[in-house]
Nanobody, 123 residues
Framework: VQLQASGGGLVQSGGSLRLSCAAS????????MGWFRQPPGKEREFVAA????????YYADSVKGRFTISRDYAKNTVYLQMNSLKPEDTAVYYC?????????????????WGQGTQVTVSS
């Protein structure tokens, strides 16, 4: 599986961005997917995850109510809609896939990773 993240950029505080993660392979529909981020000088952290069916989602407390994860099976793509962005959301964002179906926040349980996309929120 290859994952290609895109959609990052520079946005003002309070603004919105939508990240995309395009996945290769026919088994996309059987993977649970997640988004993680790594702020400057900090370790990578969990942001959001979605189950293989799309029926279950899970968010970090810091983004709950502001970010929405979704997936489009026809396009083999997972999205992260980010609203009400704050300067502390500034980070490199990564998408990840796991070959088992459960929704988890543990980085080590993901099997495939995309390259990061930079999100910068100015105050």
């Amino acid at each position: 599986v290859q994952l290609q993240a895109s959609g990052g950029g520079l946005v003002q505080s309070g603004g919105s961005l939508r990240l995309s993660c395009a996945a290769s392979g026919r088994t996309f529909s059987s993977y649970a997917m997640g988004w993680f981020r790594q702020p400057p000088g900090k370790e990578r952290e969990f942001v959001a995850a979605i189950s293989w069916s799309g029926s279950s989602t899970y968010y970090a407390d810091s983004v709950k109510g502001r970010f929405t994860i979704s997936r489009d099976y026809a396009k083999n793509t997972v999205y992260l809609q980010m609203n009400s962005l704050k300067p502390e959301d500034t980070a490199v964002y990564y998408c990840a896939a796991r070959t088992t179906r459960g929704v988890v926040s543990t980085e080590a349980l993901y099997d495939y990773w995309g390259q990061g996309t930079q999100v910068t929120v100015s105050s």
